[in-house]
């Protein structure tokens, strides 16, 4: 992983606008603060791109300040969003995720709990399997299949396609096994999503949506 070193100071004015700036009512005004913080990082900044990732609307904003909070030393960032990810409100955890995913340091693992990966907010819950499957040790990867395929047949087919997408990711060793048995639920919801799981495991090029066709007509009546 590439490191990161903190810059030189910065005049205290300069600070004060790139704080105003990203309170700012503009997009653009927040965007160009994140991006100049990312690009000088220092570390009196980095409460306030942790606070406004809990708040921020705008998505292009949200990735600007995952940017520039990967641009921080790992062993700066990393703890401060750890303890993000116990916060009351769903999208300081959920970009607290979706960063430490980005940044991929493996000290964050025993982080990613099964309440984050079973969190009742789908964005909280997507971006755990996300992290999860970017830090999960190898020696421990089967066992991350077995706790992400739970959860098979929920929500909508975006949020089916991100948790398809995240077994796939962590290869057939681990996954074949899971949806076999997801294969033989009672459930047909999950039967259908793990059929088109294994669709997309055996070409991940394939269009999701197409998978789950085609699966609904084979356990249509008649199919």
């Given amino acids: 992983m590439r490191k990161h070193s903190i810059s030189t100071q910065q005049p205290n004015n300069f600070k004060t606008d790139l704080v105003e700036g990203l309170a700012d009512g503009d997009a653009n005004r927040r965007l160009s603060a994140a991006l100049a913080i990312g690009t000088n990082p220092e570390q009196d900044l980095l409460e306030v791109i942790v606070a406004r990732c809990a708040v921020e609307q705008d998505f292009y904003v949200r990735d600007m300040l995952t940017w520039a909070l990967t641009r921080f030393p790992a062993e700066i960032v990393v703890p401060r969003l750890i303890t993000e990810l116990?916060?009351?409100?769903?999208?300081?955890?959920?970009?607290?995720l979706h960063t430490l995913s980005k940044i991929g340091d493996a000290s964050a693992w025993p982080a990613i709990t099964q309440s984050l990966m079973r969190n009742a907010d789908d964005e909280v819950a997507r971006s755990a399997w996300r992290a999860a499957v970017v830090l999960v040790p190898?020696?421990?990867?089967?066992?991350?299949?077995?706790?992400?395929?739970?959860?098979?047949?929920?929500?909508?087919?975006?949020?089916?396609?991100?948790?398809?997408?995240?077994?796939?990711?962590?290869?057939?060793?681990?996954?074949?096994?899971?949806?076999?048995?997801?294969?033989?639920?009672?459930d047909p919801a999950i039967r259908a999503h793990a059929q088109a799981t294994e669709k997309l495991l055996q070409d991940p090029d394939a269009g999701f949506q197409l998978a789950m066709n085609h699966v609904k007509k084979i356990l249509a009546p008649g199919g």
Avoid: C, H, W, Y
């Avoid at 916060?87 to 607290?96: I, K, L, V």
């Fill in 138 to 186: 190898e020696t421990q990867k089967q066992d991350l299949a077995e706790e992400l395929a739970r959860q098979m047949g929920r929500g909508n087919r975006e949020m089916q396609f991100s948790l398809s997408s995240a077994l796939v990711a962590l290869g057939e060793d681990a996954v074949v096994p899971v949806l076999k048995s997801a294969m033989a639920s009672k």
């Fill in 86 to 96: 116990k916060s009351e409100t769903a999208q300081a955890r959920s970009q607290a």
